[in-house]
């Protein structure tokens, strides 16, 4: 369902991380909560979870694979030369994880302009052919948790393809 002018504002308003100030610091705290509010935008809209709760949800870094699963999310646009969020002793705040401060740079600065833009690493929901699948379904397994700039699947429930 389209939303008119005024409604589609108060979303984009709802979702949208406000920018202020700058540094390094900054920039990594405001690319953590775009992450957060992906994920309570889509927990919200799709499972009907209540706002409160939602505009407060971060990124799970050190279980992104199991919540992922559950909730039927992907991490889209990750640099292929950076650690995705592979579950256990994942934390985001080591440098040897490799996710550059430029890159962190330029995703806020696209989520700035349109807070959807798909060449901007987020969370999005799984695609609707996948959101069908039984648990007993092969293909569930390669469904990706983590797809990389280049659409590679870094991560699935099957596996962690990212190489140390």
Known sequence: MALNGDAEEHEKELWTVPITGNGRDHARRAFLAWLGRDIGRIRHTRDQEPLEKCLKMTMPWSSWPNYAFEHKLCLIEWPMDARPPDGAYYDFKDA??????????????????????????????????????EIDDSDLREVPLVLSTIGKRLITDNTCVWKH
Request: with cysteine.
């Open 96 to 133: 040897a994880n490799g996710i550059e401060q430029v890159q962190i740079n330029l995703s806020n600065r696209r989520r700035c302009v349109d807070y959807l833009d798909k060449s901007a690493i987020q969370i999005v929901s799984w695609k609707k052919e996948d959101m069908v699948l």
